[in-house]
């Protein structure tokens, strides 16, 4: 029973991952903001390095079933 956490946590962060690293790289893109108030590099970096945890934290939620 302890499998379907695990898929559920682990499909829910890498599907917001991704979502954020495709924003990001969309926004980043068209050069508009990813966050207002930051400077545009920062907070693409910031935004980038949270995508890329979010989708580590999946994968690893996915190999401890």
């Known amino acids: 029973m302890e499998a379907v956490p695990a898929i559920f946590a682990g499909v829910v962060f890498s599907l ?7 924003w990001t790289a969309t926004r980043v893109r068209q050069r508009r903001p990813v966050a207002q108030g930051m400077s545009p590099v920062a907070s693409a970096t910031v935004a980038s390095l949270a995508a890329v945890a979010t989708l580590t934290l999946g994968a690893w939620c996915l190999t401890r079933l």
């Open 16 to 22: 917001f991952g991704a979502g954020l690293l495709v």
